[in-house]
């Protein structure tokens, strides 16, 4: 049979709306009613046409945008908020389709998203129960602004590494400042940068308060200073020199600095933008090169960064500056600011643990973000960073102490006691049993609970 027109330009919103309306025929029709039967071939249909690359399906709606295997879709993602938010709804925001899958699988799935309740299976437990092997469901990355508003502290809780928690109060200070309309403070910035590179990347405990989950509403200087050090880590990792590396640091602490300029109920809103407001978050980046160019004593690249941290490798992105390719320090600090973003709270999004960070980061790599500079800070941060909270396959709850660098899905855990949150014992993830089998998997990476104590295991370790 003919593949429909539609699948020629592999529209992944057709997988997603073919998917969408078999879930509410099998939900309205009885089983074999042919409205299902209908549906389900053209959906078959759709499926074998992009199967036929050879390659899996990877479709993932990341921030309300639809990606096909990872390079976004070019249909008008408006028109089809409404599906998009159906499957939001149901918490589904990846599907993975592989060679070889049934209309049965595809007419389960359907039921499946129609009955889907939370329970304490997970999803792909749940599918497995009906004998769905091709397909799998990812969970929504609760990233959408329809979603309701949560309340996060202000500022992280709990105890911090001293400097890390010296260099968050000088930063707040200095962005309160220059909000105010004061100069901005080249002294404690200067000041600021040396504390980051000299103290606080030393600290493993700042690190992986950095690296993990941020379960507070990450405001602009926070968010600041962790790009700072996320900066240098990948800076360091791509061998920068210590001159440059310091130019980095100072670039990416004030790559947001124009965010000052703009109401804090705009850049803190949970409700989508309309265009204005959307236009007024925009312009931060120009604002901020405004601010750092009339200010005397900084690097001169300073600026550049803060103008052009917004735009992709390929020319996209804002401000519109024709087709100019960011400099090699903004797209480190383009790495560093999406990472960060997306491990942090906001009044409209839940942090996403570090793995599924890194996975949405290499799916951006080639279109918004260097591929090279995306693989060396997805190998040096690893998939479960020091400071992450970890769920074993013998149901074991630790915290990644140590990373092993060539296995970097096999970290070292200081295993938690669960009532106390104390550490009982070390387990190093990468042994293997007699068989030659690893003894232990990470399942999922968790939140930090309140009243765990990064410092007590990351100091012990
Ligand atoms: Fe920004
Ligand atoms: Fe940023």
Same mark, same amino acid.
């Given at each position: ?75 008008d993602h408006h028109a089809n908020q409404q599906l998009l938010s159906q499957l939001s709804a149901l918490g589904v925001d990846s ?10 699988? $595809? +007419?389960?799935?359907?039921?499946? !998203?129609?009955?889907? /309740? ?5 999803? =792909? %437990?749940? @599918? ?66 040396q504390l980051l590179i000299y103290k606080v990347a030393r600290s493993n405990a700042a690190l992986g308060q950095i690296l993990a ?19 240098? $880590? +990948?800076?360091?990792?791509?061998? !920068?020199?210590?001159? /440059? ?5 100072? =670039? %990416?602490? @004030? ?105 949405? +980061? ?8 260097? /591929? ?69 998997h990470i399942m999922q990476s968790l939140p930090a609970p309140d009243g765990l104590d990064l410092r007590v295991f990351l100091e012990?370790?």
């Amino acid at each position: 049979m003919s593949i429909p027109a539609q699948t020629s330009t592999l529209d992944p919103l057709a997988v997603l709306r073919g998917l969408a309306s078999l879930r509410k025929l099998a939900g309205s029709y009885p089983a074999g009613h042919p409205m299902i039967a209908q549906k389900l071939r053209e959906l078959d249909e759709v499926i074998a046409g992009l199967l036929r690359s050879g390659s899996p399906v990877r479709i993932d709606v990341i921030r309300g945008d639809v990606f096909l295997d990872g390079v976004t879709s070019t249909s008008d993602h408006h028109a089809n908020q409404q599906l998009l938010s159906q499957l939001s709804a149901l918490g589904v925001d990846s599907i993975h389709i592989h060679d070889g899958v049934q209309r049965g699988e $595809l +007419l389960a799935v359907a039921e499946f !998203l129609w009955q889907y /309740t939370e329970s304490s299976d997970s999803m =792909a %437990a749940q @599918l497995a129960a009906r004998n769905v092997q091709h397909i799998s469901l990812g969970r929504l990355l609760p990233l959408d602004t329809r979603w309701r508003a949560q309340q996060w502290a202000d500022a992280p809780t709990g105890p911090l590494d001293p400097d890390y928690a010296e260099s968050l109060m000088m930063a707040q200070k200095t962005w309160e400042d220059t909000a105010s309309g004061k100069p901005l403070d080249v002294v404690t910035v200067r000041d600021l940068v040396q504390l980051l590179i000299y103290k606080v990347a030393r600290s493993n405990a700042a690190l992986g308060q950095i690296l993990a989950v941020k379960q507070y509403e990450n405001l602009t200087y926070c968010h600041s200073v962790n790009v700072a050090m996320l900066s240098l $880590l +990948l800076g360091k990792q791509v061998g !920068l020199d210590e001159s /440059t590396l310091a130019a980095l640091v100072e =670039a %990416a602490l @004030l790559h947001d600095v124009g965010k000052t300029q703009i109401p804090l109920e705009i850049v803190r809103k949970p409700g989508a933008l309309d265009k204005s407001e959307r236009r007024m978050i925009e312009a931060h980046t120009t604002l901020g090169a405004e601010i750092l160019i009339q200010t005397e004593g900084l690097q001169p690249l300073t600026p550049v960064v803060a103008l052009e941290h917004h735009r992709g490798v390929k020319g996209t992105g804002y401000p519109d500056l024709g087709n100019a390719i960011p400099n090699p320090m903004s797209q480190i600090v383009s790495v560093a600011d999406i990472y960060e973003a997306i491990t942090g709270a906001r009044t409209y999004q839940a942090p996403t643990p570090p793995d599924r960070a890194c996975l949405i +980061l290499a799916r951006m790599a080639g279109e918004k973000l260097n /591929t090279g500079l995306v693989k060396t800070f997805v190998n040096a941060i690893t998939f479960f960073p020091i400071g992450s909270l970890v769920r074993t396959n013998r149901n074991e709850l630790g915290l990644v102490v140590q990373t092993n660098q060539r296995e970097p899905l096999h970290p070292v855990l200081a295993l938690v006691d669960e009532d106390t949150y104390k550490p009982t014992r070390q387990v190093d993830t990468s042994e293997r049993e007699s068989s030659g089998g690893y003894a232990r998997h990470i399942m999922q990476s968790l939140p930090a609970p309140d009243g765990l104590d990064l410092r007590v295991f990351l100091e012990a370790a």
